[in-house]
Every structure is written in structure tokens, then in C-alpha cells.
């Protein structure tokens, strides 16, 4: 690579007042700013994957969804830009937990946990969820429903069950609704790791009633080995996101990738790996076009859907 190739792009001051979002983002693509200019990017791949004739994969972690961004998610399977989500059970813990009417509230990273813990008072970071929000709001709503679908049949498949709850609530902002409503299958593969799946136990104890996860691992692998070319937006790290990269090395990788994660790489994390990693286990195509992007995902998906959807 010689002198004049690397200079082909100048750095371009710019100043705001009131530009878009999508205008706001051009500008700091064009100003070749540090992680701004990934997060300006993301939002060219991502408007290119929406456009494409491509399977549409979001991954997203549970805490995302004690916050105000699950409406913001909700909103991006509502006006089709999600064909398939994969997430954890903490995900379906806080949404059917807040679809049915509990509380979370504002709180600070610096409270008190042991005063809190006295109070019946869950911190999830600054974020707070007292226990008549959430373990009690589950057993209450869940147990009936276990009981009718039982009646049904004794043996679900995590995706089945997740769509039958989905049908069960009425939350514009809840993603089980949107996704249910839209038909969109939501995949969560650590089902038993939360108060969902906690629940399922309870209810097979006493009654006959089977959840068969690898039901969901057959419907994964009819998906990704179709002949569908793939694309994915990754909101942080953990087994959504490998569940992610994972089944797309059986469709040659995925052609679209967006990340956005807090972690580091230097650690080995699966969290912090940049995309190019994933590149090495044909995860992601080598003709891929995609982006890794460091920061907080509340701050930055709201800027990234907003210019997307002005463009």
C-alpha cells in the first residue's frame, strides 16, 4: 500500500445545529472521528443489509430490556427490519415481567445493595426492579399458562412456548408481542438461565410437560443452511451473540455484521472479539462488509435506528 492510496479522504471539520440524525451521522462519518465514524458506518452496512435480499438476524442481551431501549427494539421488529432474533432468558424475564404491569424504576450504580437487598429491591445497574415487579409478576401470570398449554400437548419446543406467550400479552412496546405478532421466531438457547425458565422447572415437577431445546437447534439449522445470504446486528456479547456466528458459519458466514459491545478483546472474551476475528472461523464472510462499534448500546442504537430510518 503506497502514500497516495492511504490518503485518499480528508479529515472534515463540521459544525451542528439542526441536522437529522442521518445528517448528524454523515457528518461524523465524513469527520473520521474515532468511534464515531464505526457508529456512521454501522449505519451504511445496516442500511444496505435492510436492503438486501437478505435473512435479518438480531442478537441482543436480557439487560438491554430492563431499560427504555426494549421499545426501541420493539419498534425495529415492528417495521420489519428483524427476520430472526436470538437472545437470552433474561430477555423474556423483563419483557413479560413489564408487559404485565411491573415497574422498573431509575435508580443509581452507586446505592446502597445491602440496604436495597432489605428493601426487596433488585439493582440492575442503574436501573431498579423491585421483587413485586418481576419473580412475583412471573409466577403469577405463568403458572396458568403453563397449565393451558400443557393441555395441549406435554412436550414444547423454547421457540413454540416463547410465540404462545407472545400471543398472550398486549404491549406495543414488548418485543414477545411484536415478534409474535409479526411471526418472527425468537430463539433464546440458555432457556433454563433465568426466572423464565426457573418457572418451567417449577411447573414440571408436578406436571408432564417437556421443553425439547434441541427442537430449536433443528429449527436454527433448517434456517441457516438454506440458501439465504445472512446479516446480523449484535447488541453486546455472551451465547446470543456466539448462537449468532455460530450457525452462520453453515451459511459461508454472515455477509452483514454489526457489533456493538463494551468489552475487550485482549481478555479471549467471545464479548470483546472484534468481527475480524470471527473472519478465522468462517463466521463472517470474507467478502463481508461489517463493523465493530465500542460503546454503551443504549446511547448508540437509538442514533443508529433513528438515521436508518430517515435515510
Request: some cysteine; overall charge negative; glycine content about 8%.
Given at each position: 500500500?503506497?502514500?497516495?492510496?492511504?490518503?485518499?479522504?480528508?479529515?472534515?471539520?463540521?459544525?451542528?445545529?439542526?441536522?437529522?440524525?442521518?445528517e448528524l451521522v454523515d457528518?461524523?462519518?465524513?469527520?473520521?472521528?474515532?468511534?464515531?465514524?464505526?457508529?456512521?458506518?454501522?449505519?451504511?452496512?445496516?442500511?444496505?443489509?435492510?436492503?438486501?435480499?437478505?435473512?435479518?438476524?438480531?442478537?441482543?442481551?436480557?439487560?438491554?430490556?430492563?431499560?427504555?431501549?426494549?421499545?426501541?427494539?420493539?419498534?425495529?421488529?415492528?417495521?420489519?427490519?428483524?427476520?430472526?432474533?436470538?437472545?437470552?432468558?433474561?430477555?423474556?424475564?423483563?419483557?413479560?415481567?413489564?408487559?404485565?404491569?411491573?415497574?422498573?424504576?431509575?435508580?443509581?450504580?452507586?446505592?446502597?445493595?445491602?440496604?436495597?437487598?432489605?428493601?426487596?429491591?433488585?439493582?440492575?445497574?442503574?436501573?431498579?426492579?423491585?421483587?413485586?415487579?418481576?419473580?412475583?409478576?412471573?409466577?403469577?401470570?405463568?403458572?396458568?399458562?403453563?397449565?393451558?398449554?400443557?393441555?395441549?400437548?406435554?412436550?414444547?419446543?423454547?421457540?413454540?412456548?416463547?410465540?404462545?406467550?407472545?400471543?398472550?400479552?398486549?404491549?406495543?412496546?414488548?418485543?414477545?408481542?411484536?415478534?409474535?405478532k409479526k411471526n418472527i421466531?425468537?430463539?433464546?438457547?440458555?432457556?433454563?438461565?433465568?426466572?423464565?425458565?426457573?418457572?418451567?422447572?417449577?411447573?414440571?415437577?408436578?406436571?408432564?410437560?417437556?421443553?425439547?431445546?434441541?427442537?430449536?437447534?433443528?429449527?436454527?439449522?433448517?434456517?441457516?443452511?438454506?440458501?439465504?445470504?445472512?446479516?446480523?446486528?449484535?447488541?453486546?456479547?455472551?451465547?446470543?451473540?456466539?448462537?449468532?456466528?455460530?450457525?452462520?458459519?453453515?451459511a459461508n458466514g454472515l455477509?452483514?455484521?454489526?457489533?456493538?459491545?463494551?468489552?475487550?478483546?485482549?481478555?479471549?472474551?467471545?464479548?470483546?472479539?472484534?468481527?475480524?476475528?470471527?473472519?478465522?472461523?468462517?463466521?463472517?464472510?470474507?467478502?463481508?462488509?461489517?463493523?465493530?462499534?465500542?460503546?454503551?448500546?443504549?446511547?448508540?442504537?437509538?442514533?443508529?435506528?433513528?438515521?436508518?430510518?430517515?435515510?
Amino acid at each position: 500500500m503506497d502514500k497516495e492510496e492511504l490518503l485518499q479522504q480528508e479529515v472534515e471539520d463540521f459544525r451542528v445545529g439542526k441536522e437529522t440524525v442521518a445528517e448528524l451521522v454523515d457528518k461524523m462519518h465524513s469527520a473520521g472521528g474515532f468511534s464515531s465514524k464505526n457508529l456512521a458506518t454501522a449505519v451504511n452496512i445496516l442500511k444496505s443489509m435492510n436492503s438486501d435480499n437478505c435473512k435479518k438476524v438480531l442478537s441482543f442481551t436480557a439487560d438491554l430490556i430492563a431499560t427504555g431501549l426494549r421499545g426501541v427494539i420493539a419498534q425495529m421488529i415492528e417495521q420489519g427490519m428483524v427476520d430472526v432474533i436470538i437472545t437470552t432468558c433474561g430477555t423474556l424475564d423483563h419483557d413479560l415481567a413489564r408487559a404485565w404491569g411491573g415497574k422498573y424504576y431509575h435508580g443509581s450504580f452507586e446505592l446502597d445493595d445491602h440496604e436495597l437487598q432489605k428493601l426487596g429491591i433488585n439493582r440492575l445497574g442503574n436501573v431498579l426492579v423491585p421483587n413485586e415487579s418481576y419473580g412475583t409478576i412471573l409466577e403469577e401470570k405463568m403458572q396458568p399458562i403453563l397449565s393451558e398449554l400443557s393441555k395441549q400437548k406435554a412436550e414444547w419446543g423454547p421457540r413454540e412456548l416463547i410465540h404462545e406467550f407472545g400471543l398472550r400479552v398486549n404491549d406495543k412496546n414488548s418485543i414477545l408481542y411484536q415478534a409474535a405478532k409479526k411471526n418472527i421466531p425468537v430463539y433464546v438457547p440458555g432457556i433454563t438461565d433465568g426466572a423464565f425458565g426457573a418457572n418451567l422447572v417449577w411447573f414440571s415437577q408436578e406436571n408432564k410437560f417437556k421443553v425439547d431445546v434441541l427442537k430449536d437447534e433443528r429449527e436454527l439449522a433448517d434456517i441457516f443452511f438454506s440458501k439465504s445470504k445472512f446479516g446480523a446486528l449484535m447488541l453486546g456479547g455472551g451465547i446470543s451473540k456466539h448462537h449468532t456466528i455460530w450457525w452462520s458459519q453453515f451459511a459461508n458466514g454472515l455477509q452483514y455484521a454489526v457489533q456493538i459491545t463494551t468489552a475487550t478483546q485482549y481478555d479471549g472474551s467471545l464479548s470483546g472479539a472484534r468481527l475480524k476475528e470471527a473472519v478465522s472461523w468462517g463466521k463472517v464472510a470474507q467478502t463481508a462488509k461489517y463493523v465493530n462499534v465500542d460503546g454503551d448500546v443504549t446511547i448508540l442504537l437509538p442514533l443508529i435506528i433513528s438515521a436508518i430510518l430517515e435515510k
